[in-house]
Every structure is written in C-alpha cells, then in structure tokens.
Nanobody
Framework: QLQLVESGGGLVQPGGSLRLSCVVS??????????IGWFRQVSGKEREGVSC????????YYIRSVKDRFTISRDNAKNTVYLQMNNLKPEDTAVYYC???????????????????WGEGTLVTVSS
C-alpha cells in the first residue's frame, strides 16, 4: 500500500514556472515496482495523464502538449517525484494529481483505470 502527497501548486502568470512534488511512502520493495505519474483535471472535463516515470529505471513519458516544457524526475533517496513546469500556459490550469501504478509509464499515463493509488491533488492556476 502506498500513500501519495502532492504539493507545489499555486498561481503563476503565463510563461512562469512551478515545481510540483509528490512524496511517496510505503514498503521500499513495493515502491520500487511502481511507476509514478502526474495527472490533471479541469472542472467538467476528464482527468488526463501528463507525465509518468518509472521509479526503478527513470524511464519517463510526456503527453505532446507538455513535452519540452515539463520535466519529470525522481529522487528515490527522498521517495519524491517532481514535475518541473516551465513556460506555463493558461491551458495548463488544472488540479494536478500524483498517481501510482504497476503498469508501464505509457500505459499509466494513457489509461486512468490502470492507476492503483491517487493523491488528493494540488491546484495550478496560470493566469495574468
């Protein structure tokens, strides 16, 4: 069983940057078998995968709309996954959720049903 706690959301102007953090807790052996990802949801719309990373290998995946702007990374010593978000756009405004899955990073980012654990979310607002 894993617990996920997100932080780092806030209000930022278009073109600005934020870094989200997801602290993952649980059995080390269990944790190493998971991929961790970031999803986002706008009110009235479906939740979508943004970026996911394998804790064991560091293999990562990004949706096309954020590639070259966002960077996902993990610090296994701190049991933390980060999402560095640069050149933010109003379309990035959403509640961002950390998630954990036994599936591959591409699969977990594409299929919400593959998620085993969810964090409670952190709000990112991009507005002038």
């Amino acid at each position: 069983q894993l617990q996920l706690v997100e932080s780092g959301g806030g209000l930022v102007q278009p073109g600005g940057s934020l870094r989200l953090s997801c602290v993952v807790s649980g059995s080390t052996s269990t944790l190493d078998g998971y991929a961790i990802g970031w999803f986002r949801q706008v009110s009235g719309k479906e939740r979508e995968g943004v970026s996911c990373i394998s804790l064991s290998t560091g293999t990562s995946y990004y949706i096309r709309s954020v590639k070259d702007r966002f960077t996902i990374s993990r610090d296994n010593a701190k049991n933390t996954v980060y999402l560095q978000m640069n050149n933010l756009k109003p379309e990035d405004t959403a509640v961002y959720y950390c998630a954990a899955s036994w599936h591959t990073v591409q699969q977990m980012c594409a299929i919400t049903d593959y998620i085993d654990y969810w964090g409670e979310g952190t709000l990112v607002t991009v507005s002038s």
